[in-house]
């Protein structure tokens, strides 16, 4: 069982006729709704690959969007929501994307900061073998929250994968972490000339786990618990929209982790999942499944350095 913990929203996508332009009116061409949040994602296409996963983290609010997400999640039998919380007193968090002609995006986010979330127990990781857990910058309440399970899951002996660790101190210690997985974009936020593959090399000897940086469509270094290192690059595709990709790349690794393939054939199916999500369409539906993942993995150039 894998226990995906955290964001879980949902994500309004406006379809403009050209690029977002200052001081010029829009009119807004459509307007689609599919599921969004970093744990959500993760969670539907490990679930789409009957991969038993649990989700809970963000609380839902007793509202026509918290009613369509739990529909569309209720679709994937292997998905146990036993845990994800609704309450009266909470809103569902809504996302909204505006795509640009070239894959990327502006992405506004409403209510995160004081997202209410499913207090981190003890019984969260009943049969869990590998815990998900994503550090958002300014986050403080939620990243409190992964921190405590993360805490929790550790000292259960469950192995956890985590995403956006920049500094080390969103949770508490390093050590025992068995994968982390940031973008560059997060690392230069926080640290604007820093060198995001050396400051992957700095965590992983603290860690002493996998350490990843996905940098877009440019190659994407992974660093091995032995210390050998990775290079994979993402094939050239048609993107519509590049939101999630991050999480669906860290839905793969933990795909390959639970399976209990080596780091590099982890990353090959990684790559080529982040490269199906930027193709899909806008409105919810299901993800490819997975001979198509496998057939793309099969091209994935995968190198030691």
Same mark, same amino acid.
């Not at 869990?128 to 986050?139: D, K, N, P």
């Not at 920049?166 to 025992?176: F, H, K, N, S």
């Given at each position: 069982?894998?226990?995906?913990?955290?964001?879980?929203?949902? /994500?309004?996508?406006?379809?403009?006729?050209?690029?977002?332009?200052?001081?010029?009116?829009?009119?807004?061409?459509?307007? $689609?709704? =599919?599921?969004?949040?970093?744990?959500?994602?993760?969670? /539907?296409?490990?679930?789409?690959?009957?991969? @038993?996963?649990?989700?809970?983290?963000?609380?839902?609010? #007793?509202?026509?969007?918290?009613?369509?997400?739990? =529909?569309?999640?209720? #679709?994937? @039998?292997?998905?146990?929501? =036993?845990?994800?919380? $609704?309450?009266?007193?909470?809103?569902? +968090?809504?996302?909204?994307?505006?795509?640009?002609?070239?894959?990327?995006?502006?992405?506004?986010? &409403?209510?995160?900061?004081? %997202?209410?979330?499913?207090?981190?127990?003890?019984?969260?990781?009943?049969?869990?073998?590998?815990?998900?857990?994503?550090?958002?910058?300014?986050?403080? =309440?939620?990243? *409190?929250?992964?921190?405590?399970?993360?805490?929790?899951?550790? *000292?259960?002996?469950?192995?956890?994968?985590?995403?956006?660790?920049?500094?080390?101190?969103?949770?508490?210690?390093?050590?025992?972490?068995? +994968?982390? &997985?940031?973008?560059?974009?997060?690392?230069?936020?926080?640290?604007?000339?820093?060198?995001?593959?050396?400051?992957?090399?700095?965590?992983?000897?603290?860690?002493?786990?996998? %350490?990843?940086?996905?940098?877009?469509?440019?190659?994407? +270094?992974?660093?091995?618990?032995?210390?050998?290192?990775?290079?994979?690059?993402?094939?050239?595709?048609?993107?519509?929209?590049?939101?999630?990709?991050?999480?669906?790349?860290?839905?793969?690794?933990?795909?390959?982790?639970?399976?209990?393939?080596?780091?590099?054939?982890?990353? $090959?199916?990684?790559?080529?999942?982040?490269?199906?999500?930027?193709?899909?369409?806008?409105?919810?539906?299901?993800?490819?499944?997975?001979?198509?993942?496998?057939?793309?993995? $099969?091209?994935?150039?995968?190198?030691?350095?």
């Amino acid at each position: 069982m894998i226990l995906c913990y955290g964001g879980i929203a949902l /994500e309004t996508v406006i379809e403009l006729p050209y690029d977002p332009i200052p001081g010029v009116a829009h009119i807004i061409c459509e307007e $689609r709704s =599919r599921l969004g949040g970093g744990s959500g994602h993760v969670a /539907e296409w490990l679930a789409s690959w009957e991969v @038993p996963t649990r989700l809970a983290g963000y609380v839902l609010g #007793a509202d026509p969007d918290g009613d369509r997400l739990v =529909r569309w999640l209720s #679709a994937y @039998p292997s998905l146990d929501l =036993r845990f994800l919380e $609704r309450s009266d007193t909470a809103q569902t +968090l809504v996302s909204r994307t505006v795509p640009f002609a070239d894959g990327s995006r502006y992405l506004l986010c &409403i209510g995160y900061a004081d %997202v209410t979330v499913t207090a981190p127990r003890p019984e969260l990781l009943d049969g869990v073998s590998i815990l998900e857990v994503a550090f958002y910058h300014r986050q403080e =309440r939620g990243n *409190a929250a992964a921190a405590e399970m993360t805490r929790l899951a550790l *000292a259960h002996g469950i192995r956890v994968t985590a995403m956006d660790v920049i500094t080390g101190d969103e949770v508490g210690a390093l050590a025992g972490l068995d +994968l982390i &997985i940031n973008s560059a974009a997060s690392i230069r936020e926080q640290y604007s000339n820093a060198d995001p593959f050396e400051h992957a090399r700095a965590l992983q000897a603290r860690s002493g786990g996998i %350490v990843i940086v996905t940098n877009g469509a440019r190659e994407t +270094l992974a660093i091995d618990a032995d210390g050998s290192t990775y290079r994979a690059q993402p094939p050239t595709v048609p993107i519509t929209d590049a939101t999630g990709a991050g999480d669906s790349f860290r839905a793969g690794m933990i795909y390959g982790l639970h399976q209990g393939w080596h780091l590099p054939e982890c990353l $090959r199916w990684a790559t080529a999942v982040g490269a199906l999500q930027v193709q899909r369409s806008l409105i919810q539906a299901p993800p490819p499944g997975l001979d198509q993942v496998a057939s793309l993995a $099969r091209q994935i150039d995968v190198h030691a350095q």
